[in-house]
């Protein structure tokens, strides 16, 4: 029997930050933008909060958590203007300015450990993020309210209202008088901020530094969980749920008598494979926001 | 309706120039490169002339701190562009189809995995077994390809999603098979390869003072040309070119769009293959189950990329990278990190998204011109 | 109070090589309905996008109320009261009704939040008002097309637009959807609304209209009140009077039926039957014209043709054998010749050369490559050069000139130059010369009749009533999908084709 029930912390604590970087996602597309660069963004959060947690930590314990995370928010806002500016106001292709970001951030980020550290990694911090009553990480309750959040900015505010109609429509949304382009700047940069989030808060829960296999793909699963959950904020927690218990399990059922008879790589494939299945039995339809991909130009029929 | 009096020829123009000449915007890019990566180095007080006499040291093969000439920098130069020239062919050619194949890093190891095995349970024929390698890494590079290939000409699926999660599965299935089943193999190697299965060449390996270049060299010029050949010469290439340029077009004039799709995926996942092939057997002696991504497919977008995705530019440009993967030692021991080398890869790539930024000023000068 | 709502002075708007408005002059008067009557390429909707503010006239100018005004963008016009029904709706497929009519001004309720309850009301408030029917709640992609058109009108009348623009707003309704439309223009205008409709049909302009101002190729041809006028008049006004040059032709010799279309029925991209149930026969020998505004169905007809699609009934016949289903690649080599409406789309491949795109459809076949699959170039550029030399094509580096690079002209002028060197049995031709200059358009003519002499049988679909009238043995009229009357060309009546183009049938 798999003990779910000692598993969960941790199987949730691999889910939070899978979570808020594909809801991330998931508003960058739904303006219409693809956002490849989700990896890189998790990347340069997750070396930002890491590094500056470990240096402030012992000048100013309590706090150099907050600002590490905070920090690494930044970090992933700032970088997620690149792309911005890119694929919106250049007309990039927004897969190559993506897989450029992804190479740029992990390179920045072990470049600046060098420096820093004169090793490939940040220093180890002392102590990471500490688990509440329950014995979970406040990440996963901000993961929630995250979720919230966006479902309710999305759903519920004009804003969110204007914003959909720029991923599915922006000529539509442009003839009702909507800028487009500012939209779809606010979008990526949220992608940036949440994405450079969810890097710091994985690095300060999951492990005790930095390195370039910090990240290792779970950003290119939040992408996946993006499309597995069909661009809604519910599909998207669900994914990103099934994703992560897959990450969590591949883990630690090393320790799980039940599960030794499978190779030690199957839960590592399992959102992949799943994200493939998807795509193939909803090729049919497109769930994705309509016009996603495509640089938005004025004055088209 | 008389046609309007052409414009009077204009005087050398910058914007024009990058407009039109993807050369001349490969160049740019790689000296932006350059220069953002050395203001990077100077930013961090370190001197950027250390990474350029690194690189100089790894083409020339001079040893300036010991005053001698050393071949074995050039062989391992040549070591370290093998990979990502193939890589560069493999995401070039799908390109030429109109196809965004991320997934080299997938085939890449399907190659590696599969010329591995091979040298391990295959005979150990001379002349032959190698061979077999080859073949093996070929075809299970071409095969991995193909999937994405046939789901997005049956299925219509993006290959951008599907070659990165088949990048990922390539690599936990690698893992798996190779930790379980490889003769000999324990966390993280295998037993030896037989010495027939070696592609190590000794005259080269002589001629570079012992470096690990080897038959690998033969291969990987071949493909250079087999990929110009294919483009260039066949009707099969035609057919890939028109696809590319006007799928429309294309399938107005009765080629079978398809059909021409997954034939692209499967040549291109045969050349990443080949560049696992490559590495595993010319610069191991052992199989490896592989620790995570090597990086060549990701690196090869930015060569074929750089390379403006024809056979010679991905030459040029998997030698140009591959002169920075391997002066990271050299780099590292003059106190500049060696990451400096994937921040110029992605600087190259962010900058040369921007290109479409070139046809956007042209098209506003354009405007501002009628205007008047 | 001034004389009119709006007027259009001296709008001139040019395009590179097209002037789409020379010296347009349109004037409305308040709470009328003014139609804008003119063929495809008379310049209506450019008129229109200026005033709407998606284009900038070159010249003239915009008075309101008597006051000049600048309008640069579709906010501008907003502000102005000026709104625009588009012929191709700006909707969100998976937004409902409510949310696509209040995206602009979005009401907002407790806390700032979308109140959907408001916006339902005030939808639903309009909807009573004007008599526009539509469900609040439903999504767009569910809707029929003619719901879909009343929540692009109350798009606009929640903008509190009191001149309204309708582009061809009955080209994808159904005749009942017509009748409703036609009401609604009463009601709109009972409300104290001024409408401008652009249309090629002249039905529904004797229906609905005041007014009408003529446009022909970018200029006014004049403006005329509709209870004073016909339609055939109206007819004449729109097409003008042909000045033909005239070709020099001998008289058909129609042969056996090679083209046979029977009962054909083909879906356009929204799902509509874009051509209902249509037959049709070419001859050898002979040129069938088919006249008809864009829109009616010509591109789907000729991709059933040419197999780009595949109709949802009917059958296609070529020389008597069942093509309806048969690959492209095959159709070219039964002897379908095809020189598409869109050069750019699919005809030419614009980054290839000359003589590349000059066998882009016999690359595979010998002698331009041989049994193993290479490429032979001496053949190709042989090629190019004869059909350099035969058609004289104008490329300033021979067969080695890129086609993006060669003119409007010389880049047809190969696409044909391909498809009679394929010696086709049926040569299908859309648009054969637009955009081109008198020489070149003389030259394609002369070549199409050249090969109805040679005993081909030849399809010509065009917009342009003087080309299908000069160039055409029988003109077939399209309209709606369906074929309204077929006549030989000598005994055409110009007045009469146009009717027909427009829909009206005669007996």
């Known amino acids: 029997m798999i003990d779910f029930a000692s598993l969960l912390p941790s199987i949730l604590m691999m889910v939070a930050p899978i979570l808020i970087a594909a809801l991330g996602g998931m508003i960058s597309e739904k303006a219409g933008v693809v956002n490849i660069a989700l990896e890189g963004l998790m990347g340069i959060g997750a070396f930002t909060a890491a590094t500056v947690h470990v240096l402030l930590e012992p000048v100013l314990p309590g706090w150099s958590l907050l600002i590490g995370v905070a920090s690494g928010m930044v970090a992933g806002g700032l970088f997620s203007l690149i792309h911005a500016y890119a694929s919106i106001s250049l007309n990039a292709d927004q897969v190559v300015s993506g897989t450029g970001i992804n190479l740029l951030a992990v390179g920045i980020a072990v470049f600046l450990c060098q420096i820093i550290f004169h090793q490939d990694r940040t220093s180890a911090f002392q102590i990471g993020m500490t688990t509440d009553a329950l014995g979970l990480y406040p990440t996963v309750w901000i993961a929630l309210v995250v979720l919230l959040g966006v479902w309710f900015f999305l759903y519920k505010r004009p804003a969110g209202l204007r914003l959909r109609s720029c991923g599915e429509n922006p000529q539509a949304a442009a003839a009702a008088g909507i800028d487009v382009r500012r939209l779809r700047y606010l979008a990526v940069m949220t992608s940036g901020l949440l994405g450079g989030w969810a890097g710091a808060r994985l690095v300060l829960t999951e492990t005790i530094q930095y390195s370039m296999s910090s990240i290792n793909g779970q950003g290119f699963i939040a992408l996946a969980a993006v499309s597995f959950g069909r661009w809604m904020p519910g599909g998207v927690a669900g994914a990103a749920t099934l994703f992560g218990t897959s990450v969590a399990l591949a883990i630690s059922m090393v320790n799980v008598q039940d599960l030794r008879f499978l190779p030690p790589q199957f839960f590592s494939v399992v959102p992949y494979v799943l994200t493939i299945l998807t795509l193939v039995l909803f090729s049919g339809k497109d769930f994705a926001p309509r016009a996603i991909g495509q640089p938005y130009e004025k004055g088209l029929r | ?372 | 109070m001034a004389d009119y709502a709006i007027e259009m002075l001296g709008i001139t708007k040019v395009f590179p090589g097209i002037i789409a408005n020379d010296n347009v002059t349109l004037q409305v008067k308040p709470n009328e309905v003014h139609a804008l009557l003119g063929e495809n390429g008379a310049g209506k909707s450019t008129l229109m996008s200026i005033l709407f503010g998606l284009y900038d006239p070159d010249g003239g100018s915009i008075r309101i109320g008597g006051r000049e005004v600048k309008i640069s963008n579709p906010n501008d016009a907003y502000a102005h009261g000026i709104g625009m029904v588009h012929q191709h709706f700006k909707l969100v497929h998976n937004y409902t009704v409510t949310e696509n009519i209040v995206l602009g001004q979005i009401p907002r309720g407790f806390g700032g939040n979308t109140d959907l309850r408001e916006a339902e009301a005030r939808v639903a408030a309009l909807s009573e008002k004007y008599g526009l029917n539509v469900d609040p709640r439903a999504k767009i992609e569910s809707i029929t097309v003619g719901m879909q058109q009343r929540v692009e009108i109350l798009k606009i009348l929640y903008r509190n637009a009191d001149l309204m623009i309708f582009d061809e707003p009955t080209a994808v309704l159904t005749p009942q959807e017509i009748d409703e439309l036609m009401v609604t223009f009463q009601r709109l205008k009972a409300e104290g609304k001024t409408i401008i409709l652009i249309t090629h049909k002249l039905k529904e302009i004797t229906e609905a209209a005041d007014r009408c101002t003529v446009l022909r190729r970018g200029q006014v041809v004049g403006t005329v009140t509709v209870s004073d006028t016909t339609e055939q008049a109206l007819a004449e006004m729109m097409v003008g009077r042909p000045v033909t040059f005239g070709i020099e032709k001998a008289p058909a010799q129609p042969g056996e039926v090679v083209l046979s279309l029977q009962g054909l029925t083909v879906k356009g991209d929204k799902g509509n039957e874009a051509v209902r149930n249509l037959s049709l026969e070419v001859r050898a020998g002979e040129i069938v014209g088919i006249a008809g505004v864009d829109g009616n169905g010509q591109t789907e007809l000729l991709a059933a043709i040419t197999g780009l699609a595949t109709p949802s009934g009917g059958k296609v016949l070529l020389k008597g054998k069942d093509i309806t289903r048969v690959s492209i690649r095959e159709r070219i080599r039964k002897g379908i010749g095809h020189v598409p409406e869109d050069r750019h789309k699919y005809g030419l491949v614009l980054e290839f050369r000359l003589d590349e795109n000059l066998i882009l459809k016999t690359f595979d076949r010998t002698p331009y490559s041989n049994s193993l699959g290479l490429l032979n170039t001496a053949p190709r550029l042989e090629h190019a050069q004869q059909m350099i030399e035969q058609f004289d094509i104008r490329a300033g580096q021979g067969p080695f000139t890129k086609a993006r690079s060669m003119s409007g002209g010389n880049q047809q002028k190969a696409i044909i130059a391909r498809e009679i060197d394929l010696s086709p049995e049926l040569l299908v031709v859309a648009q054969p010369t637009r955009g081109l200059d008198v020489g070149a358009i003389e030259y394609i003519h002369k070549r199409l009749v050249d090969e109805r002499d040679k005993g081909r049988a030849v399809l010509v679909v065009s917009f342009e009533l003087d080309e299908i009238l000069n160039l055409c043995d029988r003109i077939a009229a399209l309209s709606k999908g369906e074929i309204v009357g077929i006549v030989p060309a000598d005994h055409a009546d110009v007045s009469q084709i146009g009717a027909m183009m427009a829909g009206v049938r005669h007996a």
């Not at chain 2, 000999?184 to 003072?209: F, H, M, Q, V």
């Open chain 2, 1 to 372: 309706m008389p046609d309007k009096a052409l414009p009077p020829k204009e005087k050398f123009d910058l914007i024009d120039l990058f407009t039109r000449s993807n050369g001349a915007v490969s160049l740019l890019v790689i000296a932006l490169g350059f220069v953002f990566g050395s203001l990077f180095i100077l930013l961090v007080g370190r001197d950027p002339v250390n990474m350029f006499s690194a690189l100089l040291q790894v083409v020339t093969g001079w040893d300036s701190s010991r005053g001698v000439w050393n071949a074995r920098y050039i062989g391992e130069w040549f070591v370290a562009s093998m990979p990502l020239v193939l890589c560069g062919l493999s995401m070039a050619f799908a390109a030429r189809t109109g196809l965004f194949n991320i997934g080299a890093e997938g085939q890449y190891i399907a190659g590696l995995t599969a010329a591995q095995f091979v040298a391990l349970l295959f005979p150990p024929i001379p002349g032959l077994h190698w061979l077999v390698c080859v073949l093996a890494g070929l075809l299970a590079g071409a095969a991995w390809g193909g999937i994405a290939g046939w789901l997005k000409a049956k299925y219509t699926v993006s290959e951008v999603v599907t070659t990165i999660m088949l990048n990922y599965i390539a690599l936990y299935v690698s893992q798996w098979l190779t930790h379980a089943f490889a003769p000999g193999a324990n966390t993280y190697r295998t037993k030896a390869y037989p010495a027939t299965s070696l592609l190590a060449n000794p005259w080269i390996e002589d001629l570079t003072n012992g470096s690990r270049l080897g038959n690998g060299l033969w291969f990987m010029l071949l493909s250079v040309l087999v990929f110009w050949f294919i483009i260039d010469r066949t009707r099969l290439g035609f057919s890939l070119r028109a696809t590319g340029f006007n799928k429309e077009a294309a399938r107005a004039s009765g080629i079978k769009v398809q059909s021409a799709i997954t034939t692209s995926m499967v040549i291109s996942g045969a050349f990443a293959g080949l560049a696992g092939v490559i590495v595993s057997m010319g610069s191991f002696s052992y199989g490896r189950v592989l620790p995570g991504m090597e990086n060549y497919g990701f690196n090869g977008i930015a060569v074929a990329l750089v390379g403006n995705v024809t056979a010679i530019g991905s030459l040029l440009a998997g030698l140009l990278f591959g002169m920075l993967n391997s002066a990271q030692p050299l780099m590292q021991s003059r106190e500049i990190p060696k990451e400096i080398t994937w921040i110029i890869f992605g600087l190259v790539v962010v900058f040369i998204s921007f290109r479409n930024g070139f046809k956007l000023l042209a098209d506003w000068r354009a405007k501002q011109r009628t205007k008047s």
